[in-house]
């Protein structure tokens, strides 16, 4: 049985600020201390679920700038396989600014760069890839037709996905039934559900309301709250554990690439869950998106060392 998973997404350079605090409009904060790193939802879910003890192969489109090879070697180093990180030439790489306040909380901006070169004639020649693939991780960081291509062909191989709808953008509800797996934070699940997700009643009406509009599985992600999991035979709330927030800029990709690397094991989706929890618990301790992401090991010292189910994903 193949424990192969494919992740496709967007590949970044982070340029990351750390202050005292986050910038008021118009502000400038001085002595920030600055870290260049690799970043992109779908390269740090690919790292995430290599590190966790995935089989991963990732698929993207980068630049062919001085970032790219050491991009590409970062990759490498993570345990992902690149034969299908994809070098465009005379375009940049995607490339994401990061201010990080004291507590934790971000601000971001991204520039798609060669992202947006992944087009849907690319997926459509990915077949022979995904038929041999256990999951499929996608993300919203690439172009909206080329996300429905990937969904679209993985549902005609019967292919399990698991899609992360971040960030939040317009997004065809009707492909709900074709991801197997839906994880949202509270922002990104009302950008589906139109309501406010800011209670306990809001988490349980949203994530019934994502499984009306076709969604097998939900997976609600609740900051500091943990992880709210839903399906036609489950209701489930992880609480989170406390830890000292640095940086939560890649928590939510940890979790969607630990997850990943659990449930292509065969772990039961509350036991991924909780593993996935502990990665992120561990990411957000760290400064940067890929340096943050923690290895096997590490992911079970720390259950290990707790009791609590835990997690602090945003």
């Known amino acids: 049985m193949s424990h192969k998973i494919v992740v496709i997404g967007s590949s970044n350079v982070d340029f990351i600020m750390k202050a005292a605090r986050l910038p008021d409009k118009g502000e400038t904060v001085a002595d920030a201390t600055f870290v260049q790193a690799f970043g992109g939802k779908g390269a740090n879910q690919a790292v995430a679920a290599a590190r966790a003890g995935g089989d991963v192969w990732f698929v ?67 077949e022979p890839l995904l038929r041999e693939a256990a999951l499929l991780v996608l993300q919203y960081e690439i172009l909206p037709e080329t996300l429905y291509a990937c969904l679209d062909l993985a549902h005609a191989l019967g292919l399990p996905v698991l899609f992360n709808l971040a960030p939040a953008r317009p997004f065809d509800a009707s492909y709900l039934p074709k991801t197997t797996y839906l994880a949202v934070n509270e922002s990104e699940a009302q950008s589906l559900c139109g309501f406010a997700v800011d209670t306990p009643q809001a988490v349980e009406r949203a994530a019934q309301a994502l499984l009306d509009q076709g969604a097998p599985t939900v997976l609600l992600t609740l900051g500091a709250q943990g992880v709210y999991l839903a399906s036609a035979d489950l209701r489930q709330h992880i609480p989170a554990f406390e830890v000292e927030a640095v940086d939560t800029t890649a928590a939510g990709d940890v979790f969607c690439g630990a997850l990943a690397a659990a449930l292509v094991e065969g772990q039961p989706l509350p036991a991924a869950a909780r593993f996935a929890c502990a990665a992120s618990a561990i990411s957000v301790t760290r400064l940067g998106a890929q340096p943050s992401v923690p290895v096997r090991e590490e992911i079970e010292q720390f259950l290990s060392a707790h009791q609590k189910i835990c997690c602090v994903i945003v």
Request: glycine share 10%.
């Open 60 to 126: 993207a489109c980068i630049g062919d700038d001085p970032f790219a090879p050491a991009l590409q070697e970062a990759l490498l180093a993570a345990g992902v396989h690149v034969d299908y990180v994809f070098v465009r030439q005379g375009e940049t790489t995607g490339a994401a600014l990061v201010m990080i306040g004291e507590d934790g909380q971000n601000y971001i901006m991204v520039a798609p760069g060669a992202n947006y070169s992944l087009k849907p004639d690319m997926i459509r020649s990915l």
